[in-house]
């Protein structure tokens, strides 16, 4: 699709204006990147010279077509490809032409300062750990700046600052998605050493520069092994498969690391020893075994289990590989669950919600008690609607469906409202709201993200989140713990007390039947209402 020349031309009020249509096939991303989907402008100001605005047309538009030709040759994985050596190599170009093009005329030093500052204080700084105060210049490693979330969040800020696009219209280089993530990170760190040698160059400072001389030197032609990258391979098994967003979400960590690490490499080419060597690396005093093994190792093996039965690669390098997790030294008598003194603590705290208006309020009030007599899963309870609650042949259930969101299983269950819960006055709630989102506003639509492989936060998992918080804030805060997943465990500990059979508690709770004679006979919704009948109320007394 060619793309038309954009008019320079004068506004009334004096001012040079230039408009450029963004087309069609590359908006969205477009927008995403940069914050504009139809049309790029260009003003300046009314005394700009002739040739100076002619000039500047000119570079604008070739940013604005090499950012196109980027997105595209990305989306079709035309781009050229980059080892990380390379990448940083190209980087080295960059410096020197970024250094040129302001060193004969760098104007005042202050300029060169506050774009230091907007860096580190407005780019950078925003994705800092809470913990972290100093100013980032002050830290000479700096190490939390490349991990591969803080990476991807300042990208877009880093390729404006640096001029990025315009320089790879200078070199005529369009780059694959990959190679573009691993240039910019290259030229993200050495940003500041440019911005620090023009300041010198406005304060008079011609004394050499001695930051050329650490690049490696550019190597043109084909420099990525043929083949699928970690990254491409993850967008691949998440457009085929659709797992759910908070999975695509947990797991995008894995693979942004996992690109980093094996950029010069490629998928099908990570072997056995490597892919063990990078899995037992990731334990730190930060990161424990166990969520090594039950996120970084299972999303590895997934995707590229997957990968290996479509024949995208020849091997799954993280089939055998094993992470030992240490017995974890459990100190609560009542394991998962809540003790009485902790349910009673949630419970008592709910009830101060006399007439809830909002949905925070809805949720505090009445989702722990839904949670207290079902253990469902928290989130299953968050998304309800109000056109989940029906009555069959005058029991009271509450329908949960993948409808509504998502359900571990992707099965639709029902599951009768204890007696308790009516009683509280639920339904006449439920009445007032009417068919809609009960614990979260569902007034306008929910914000879906352009993005697969980004997906937005669903907003009852948002609820969910924020009523955990509200749980440590009353006081119920053992790490050891789950502030909501904790009714789950208590429901389950109390139906066995009760002598509750365990097929009716599977039934109830949505956990899938031990063996597959149980799987026959599913309980019906009245003999789980009997059941639930023998549940004993909770006591705040």
């Known amino acids: 699709m060619a793309l038309r020349?954009?008019?320079?031309?004068?506004?009334?009020?004096?001012?040079?204006?230039?408009?450029?249509?963004i087309p069609e096939d590359v908006r969205v991303e477009y927008q995403r990147l940069y914050g504009i989907k139809r049309e790029a402008h260009l003003k300046l100001p009314a005394d700009t010279p002739w040739h100076e605005a002619k000039t500047r047309k000119a570079?604008?538009?070739?940013?604005?077509?090499?950012r196109i030709a980027t997105l595209r040759a990305q989306r079709n994985g035309k781009g050229q490809p980059l080892t990380k050596l390379n990448a940083i190599a190209l980087a080295g170009r960059w410096y020197n032409w970024f250094v040129k093009q302001y060193e004969n005329d760098p104007g005042p030093a202050k300029v060169w300062r506050e774009l230091s500052d907007l860096f580190v204080w407005e780019v950078i700084g925003p994705e800092a750990p809470d913990s972290y105060e100093e100013d980032p210049r002050s830290d000479p490693h700096w190490d939390w700046a490349k991990e591969p979330e803080v990476r991807e969040a300042v990208r877009p800020r880093v390729a404006e600052q640096a001029r990025v696009a315009t320089f790879l219209a200078s070199e005529g280089i369009a780059l694959n998605a990959t190679a573009y993530a691993l240039f910019v990170d290259a030229v993200s760190d050495n940003l500041l050493p440019a911005f620090s040698v023009l300041e010198k160059r406005a304060n008079g400072d011609y004394s050499r520069d001695e930051n050329p001389?650490?690049?490696?030197?550019f190597k043109d032609g084909p420099a990525q092994p043929s083949g699928v990258s970690c990254w491409e391979l993850f967008e691949a098994f998440v457009?085929?498969?659709?797992?759910?967003?908070?999975?695509?979400?947990?797991?995008?960590?894995v693979f942004l690391e996992m690109q980093r690490e094996f950029a010069e490499v490629g998928a099908d080419r990570i072997t056995e020893d490597a892919a063990r060597k990078w899995v037992h690396g990731l334990i730190n005093e930060d990161r424990a075994a166990i969520t090594v093994r039950e996120i970084w190792l299972s999303a590895s093996r997934r995707v590229f289990g997957w990968a290996r039965e479509h024949k995208r690669i020849r091997q799954?390098?993280?089939k055998e590989v094993k992470v030992d997790v240490p017995r974890r030294v459990q100190t609560r008598e009542d394991g998962r669950s809540f003790t009485a003194a902790e349910a009673s603590t949630i419970l008592k705290a709910s009830l101060s919600y006399e007439k809830p208006t909002t949905p925070t309020e809805r949720t505090r009030r009445w989702v722990p008690w839904l949670c207290a007599y079902s253990g469902a899963r928290p989130?299953?309870?968050?998304?309800?609607?109000?056109?989940?609650?029906e009555d069959r042949k005058g029991v009271v259930v509450m329908k949960l469906t993948p409808e509504a969101g998502t359900i571990k299983t992707s099965k639709a269950r029902v599951v009768p409202l204890h007696e308790h819960i009516i009683a509280q006055g639920f339904m006449e709630m439920v009445k007032r709201i009417?068919?809609?989102?009960?614990?979260?506003?569902?007034?306008?639509?929910?914000?879906v993200s352009a993005d697969p492989l980004k997906p937005s936060r669903d907003r009852a998992d948002t609820a969910r989140a924020h009523l955990g918080t509200w749980v440590r804030g009353l006081g119920v805060d053992d790490p050891e713990l789950s502030p909501n997943h904790a009714w789950r465990h208590t429901f389950k500990?109390?139906?066995?007390e009760i002598g509750m059979p365990e097929k009716m508690n599977d039934a109830i709770t949505g956990h899938t039947q031990a063996t597959e004679g149980r799987k026959y006979g599913a309980p019906t919704v009245t003999a789980m209402a009997t059941a639930l009948a023998k549940f004993p109320r909770y006591n705040l007394d």
């Open 239 to 253: 457009l085929a498969v659709k797992p759910a967003p908070k999975t695509v979400s947990r797991w995008r960590s």
């Open 5 to 21: 020349m954009a008019a320079l031309s004068r506004a009334s009020d004096g001012r040079w204006f230039a408009r450029k249509g």
């Open 59 to 66: 570079e604008w538009e070739a940013e604005v077509e090499t």
């Open 434 to 447: 009417g068919r809609g989102a009960l614990f979260y506003n569902d007034s306008t639509p929910q914000r």
């Open 493 to 496: 500990r109390i139906a066995d």
């Open 213 to 217: 001389s650490t690049f490696p030197e």
């Open 379 to 389: 989130g299953e309870i968050t998304q309800l609607r109000g056109s989940d609650i």
């Open 316 to 318: 799954n390098p993280f």
